[in-house]
Nanobody, 123 residues
């Protein structure tokens, strides 16, 4: 089992920045792919970014490319999402997720999920 805990969400004005963190505990010796997803009110959960164990492969949703940066520190069992130039449409609950099996943008590929952290961007 792996437990994931997100932090760093909050309220920010448009154009501002936030840094989300996701700390993993439990089966942290395994080489997980880590992903960030988000879910806005009334919408389906969507892919934001993913990073391989080594950090050598990274992908972003088109909507956040150039503004968000995913990174990880395996020594600290933590993955980060630096969010810059935030827009009101970035408002959502952000979830981190871990996959043992595959590198993917698909929700179903991720076996473990955090509880989410709220990000609200005001205009």
């Amino acid at each position: 089992q792996v437990q994931l805990v997100e932090s760093g969400g909050g309220l920010v004005q448009a154009g501002g920045s936030l840094r989300l963190s996701c700390a993993a505990s439990g089966r942290t010796s395994s080489r997980f792919v880590m992903g960030w997803f988000r879910q806005a009110p009334g919408k389906e959960r969507e892919f934001v970014a993913a990073i391989s164990w080594s950090g050598g492969r990274i992908d972003y949703a088109d909507s956040v490319k150039g503004r968000f940066t995913i990174s990880r520190d395996n020594a600290k069992n933590t993955v980060y999402l630096q969010m810059n130039s935030l827009k009101p449409e970035d408002t959502a609950v952000y979830y981190c997720a871990a996959s043992l099996t595959s590198y993917s943008r698909t929700l179903n590929a991720y076996e473990y999920w955090g509880q989410g952290t709220q990000v609200t961007v005001s205009s």
